[in-house]
Structure formats: structure tokens, C-alpha cells
């Protein structure tokens, strides 16, 4: 079956320090990577999506600069949290797709910024 | 713009009694799923039905598309069913947007 993975699954870092988190898909062919985030008390909100040949696309009020975001292949993706804030903190989700059918979920990653 | 809407927003029962959670979205989706997010936070998806019923185990989930309607029917809960149900559903473009949840408490 169609498994998306995500590590790590809990992290603390410090303010002003940065965090890199990845998610792995097995099982099938990962054209297409979003990555989302759930502030406290928030629903998830997409930060940017990344699909094969195709630049990846932020959404409004988050930058590459902030979150760079690596596609390198089709079963793999990872975010890196630049200068880490309290405001940063949350879970972060990475969904995977195939061809725009049904995209896959990890479990998150918990970003927790001291 | 495109909305998913959940209600009830929090939802509290005794253990055995019946659930039914309620999602609305504005455009027909190709895919809307449902999610249990745990206290702890993460994140497990229960079923995709873009349209009619399915079932697993106790859950039951009812989609009419061209009401843009979806439900989630949880049966004999137990308290181990506490926490977040999330609707998700697809907007063609690779992307998924989520409602803001129904919280479960379910008391023992």
C-alpha cells in the first residue's frame, strides 16, 4: 500500500536556530509533495506545494527563504525551517500524490521553538 | 473560496452512544477524506470517499457530491475515540484543504 513517512516526529530547537524535517514515500510515485502546517489552535494551512517539473509554489505568507523545500526524487521531500520562532511552532504535514489522485499523509513532524 | 466546513465544532457523549460529524465544502471535490488527529497530535487517516458510503470497522462515511455534503458516522464510541476528526478534500491542483475539525470527547 501507500505509506508516506515523516521524520522527525517531535522536535525542539531553539529560537533563531533552524530545523530540517523529511517525509518519505513508499509505495508509490511522489510527483507531487505539499507540505502543511498546523499552528495551536489552527486548522492546516498549506505552505507549499512541489510537483515534478514544475517550480515549487508557496502560498501567501511563506517564502522559500523561510522554508526551503527539496523534491530531489519521487519518493522523497524535505522542509527546512530557516531562523526558527515561536510563531514557527506546530505540526508540520507532508502530503504526497501521484498524478493528482489521492494524496497520502504523514503523521507530522511537532516543531516545538524554545 | 474554497471552504470546508465541520460541525459540531466539539462534540461531547458518554461511551456507547452514537457520533455523526458533518462536513460541507463549496466545490465538488474529486477526493475528501477523513482524518483522526490525536491529543498528541498526529495525524491518521480514516477513510476517502468521494462519494456514497463506506464503512471500517465502526466508521461509516456518507458522501452526497452534488450536495457537497460528507458525513462520518461513528458507531458505540469509546473513549479511546477522543480527539480531532478532520475533512480534508482535493481542489484539482494537487493541494488539499482541511476543515477546522470536530473535537470528540468521550467520557467513560
Known amino acids: 500500500g501507500a505509506l508516506v513517512y515523516q521524520y522527525p516526529r517531535r522536535t525542539i530547537c531553539k529560537s533563531g536556530t533552524s530545523m530540517r524535517m523529511e517525509c518519505q514515500a513508499v509505495?508509490?510515485?511522489?510527483?507531487?509533495v505539499a507540505w502543511y502546517r498546523q499552528s495551536p489552535q489552527k486548522t492546516f494551512e498549506l505552505i507549499a506545494l512541489?510537483?515534478?517539473?514544475?517550480?515549487?509554489?508557496?502560498e501567501q505568507n511563506f517564502t522559500q527563504e523561510k522554508f526551503p523545500i527539496s523534491h530531489p526524487n519521487l519518493s522523497f521531500s524535505s522542509m527546512t525551517v530557516l531562523n526558527a520562532y515561536l510563531e514557527d511552532r506546530g505540526l508540520y504535514l507532508c502530503?504526497?500524490?501521484?498524478?493528482?489522485?489521492?494524496?497520502?499523509f504523514g503523521p507530522g513532524t511537532r516543531l516545538l521553538v524554545l | 473560496g474554497q471552504q470546508v466546513q465541520q460541525s459540531p465544532a466539539s462534540l461531547v457523549l458518554q461511551e456507547g452512544e452514537n457520533a455523526e460529524l458533518q462536513c460541507n465544502f463549496s466545490?465538488?471535490?474529486?477526493?475528501l477524506q477523513w482524518f483522526y488527529q490525536s491529543p498528541g497530535g498526529s495525524l491518521v487517516s480514516l477513510l476517502s470517499?468521494?462519494?456514497g458510503t463506506k464503512h471500517t470497522g465502526r466508521l461509516t462515511s456518507t458522501t452526497v457530491t452534488k450536495e457537497r455534503r460528507s458525513s462520518l458516522h461513528i458507531s458505540s464510541s469509546q473513549t479511546t475515540d477522543s480527539g480531532t476528526y478532520l475533512c480534508?478534500?482535493?481542489?484539482?491542483?494537487?493541494?488539499?484543504?482541511f476543515g477546522k475539525g470536530t473535537h470528540l470527547h468521550v467520557l467513560p
Open positions: 502530503g504526497a500524490g501521484q498524478g493528482g489522485d489521492t494524496q497520502y
Open positions: 509505495g508509490f510515485q511522489a510527483t507531487s
Open positions: 480534508a478534500r482535493d481542489t484539482n491542483a494537487y493541494k488539499v484543504i
Open positions: 466545490s465538488t471535490a474529486t477526493q
Open positions: 512541489s510537483t515534478v517539473n514544475s517550480a515549487i509554489k508557496y
Open positions: 470517499n468521494p462519494s
